[in-house]
C-alpha cells in the first residue's frame, strides 16, 4: 500500500504517548478513512481500571468526532513491558466499534518481526448491529 511505510512510521512514534502507567503496555493505532485522511491514538489508562480506553477506539472517536465515518484500515503497534513489539490484535469492545462504522476495514497488526493483515470481517463473525435493534 502506497504510503504505508509513512503510516507504520507515524504509528510507532506515537507509541510513545500511550498513558499506561498500570499495566505497563502501550499500544498505538493509526486509522485510515476512505477519504485519505489519517487520526491515531493510543491507549489512556486510569487509576480507575474500568475508565481505561484503548488506542484502537480513541483513534476512531476523534475521526468520528471530525465527521469522518469511513474506515479504509487501522494499523496496530505495541510495546510490551519488557519493551517487546508482538503483534497484538484488537479487543472485542474495539472489533465492535469497527464493525459500527466500517464492516469491511482492513486491520493491520504490526510487530517488529511480522505482519499481519487481516480485516474485522474475520476477525468478527456473526455480529451484532443495529439490524437487530427492530
Ligand atoms: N489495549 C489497547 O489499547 N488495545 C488493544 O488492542 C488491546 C489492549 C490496552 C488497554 C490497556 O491499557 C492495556 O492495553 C492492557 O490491556
Do not use: W
Not at 507509541?15 to 476512505?34: D, G, M
Not at 489512556?44 to 484502537?56: H, P
Amino acid at each position: 500500500m502506497e504510503r504505508e511505510k509513512e503510516y507504520i512510521s507515524i504509528l510507532k512514534e506515537v507509541n510513545q504517548k500511550s498513558y499506561a502507567p498500570y499495566s505497563n503496555f502501550k499500544v498505538s493505532a493509526l486509522l485510515v478513512t476512505k477519504s485519505g485522511k489519517i487520526y491515531t491514538g493510543v491507549n489512556v489508562e486510569n487509576a480507575s481500571y474500568g475508565g481505561t480506553i484503548c488506542a484502537e477506539r480513541v483513534a476512531i472517536f476523534k475521526a468520528v468526532s471530525e465527521g469522518e465515518k469511513e474506515f479504509d484500515r487501522i494499523y496496530i503497534y505495541s510495546t510490551d513491558k519488557d519493551g517487546n513489539h508482538k503483534i497484538t490484535p484488537p479487543c472485542g469492545f474495539c472489533r465492535q466499534v469497527m464493525v459500527e462504522f466500517s464492516k469491511d476495514m482492513k486491520v493491520i497488526l504490526v510487530g517488529d518481526s511480522e505482519k499481519v493483515e487481516t480485516d474485522i470481517k474475520t476477525l468478527q463473525p456473526y455480529l451484532f448491529d443495529d439490524s437487530y435493534l427492530v
